[in-house]
């Protein structure tokens, strides 16, 4: 328990609060959006990772799968379901809802405070977007597919771990967007991700393979969306010969992130 709570005081103190600032004019978003994303399109630089590095969500993502059929990883799913029980029986706590956006908050803050990372604010706003997308479409048809009961017998939507994919798509976006300033950042921003499925284990939500197989998927979505984006915005924002141009835009409606495209006709 005293690793638990030293693991809360330690996250509560990562949770901060950003203002974000709307300009009314419209005449001042639109000349700010052509100047951060119709300009310079080959400014936004490519996945900061190598091939190699795809293996170890991958793996992550395997093992989960594992689970299923291979009785003994299931078997290690049910020991630290009854080690939790025994040990912490009355454990609850809804503070994993609030870790699993802490990296994500921590890229906007640095930012807002002058650190500067590794791609402009629109550029990394949609990068952001579409790696949730990606990861919200991956988790959801796993999860109806799986059908996996959860431990706490709520529903059948227990693998993957959503709360634990949401953390680890931040934590892997962090990584990217500071990680050439210091390594450091991406410790911070996997500690928080990996505190958040302890927590879902902790509070019978989820098996353990559960929210490995979300980090997996996770860390996999942002790496997917770091290296589709830069060749996608090239194609989308280079004006044709005809002079036309087209937009690539963030959505977040009732809930569910998305994209929203705009051309010139």
């Known amino acids: 328990m005293k690793y638990i709570l030293f693991a809360c005081l330690f996250l509560t103190s990562l949770t901060i609060n950003a203002q974000v ?24 630089r490519k996945l900061h990772s190598k091939a190699w590095s795809f293996v ?26 009854n080690e939790v029980k025994d040990h912490y029986p009355t454990f609850h706590s809804v503070a994993e809802s609030y870790f699993q956006f802490s990296p994500v908050a921590a ?8 650190v500067a990372g590794k791609n402009r604010f629109l550029d990394r706003s949609i990068i952001l977007g579409m790696s949730a997308a990606i990861f919200a479409g991956s988790a959801s048809i796993t999860k109806r597919a799986a059908h996996r009961l959860r431990p706490n017998g709520e ?14 798509v931040g934590a892997e976006f962090l990584a990217q967007e500071f990680g050439d300033k210091s390594p450091w950042y991406g410790v911070a921003g996997y500690t928080v991700a990996t505190m958040t499925g302890i927590f879902r284990i902790g509070n019978r939500d989820h098996w353990f393979s559960d929210t490995v197989a979300g980090a ?11 290296f589709i984006y830069p060749y996608m915005r090239n194609f989308l924002t280079h004006t044709a010969k005809s002079g036309k141009t087209a937009m690539l835009m963030p959505t977040y409606q009732e809930g569910t992130p998305g994209l929203s495209f705009a051309m010139q006709l």
């Open 56 to 81: 170890p969500p991958l793996a992550l993502i395997t093992y989960g799968a594992l689970s299923f059929p291979v009785h003994p990883i299931r078997r290690v799913d049910y020991y630290i379901r």
């Open 216 to 226: 997996g998927f996770g860390i996999l979505s942002t790496k997917a969306a770091y």
């Open 21 to 44: 600032v709307q300009d009314t004019t419209k005449k001042k978003l639109g000349d700010t959006i052509k100047k951060d994303l119709l300009t310079a399109p080959d400014t936004v």
């Open 107 to 114: 890229v906007y803050v640095l930012n807002f405070v002058g």
């Open 155 to 168: 529903d059948y939507l227990s693998f993957p771990s959503g709360h634990t994919g949401t953390a680890f």
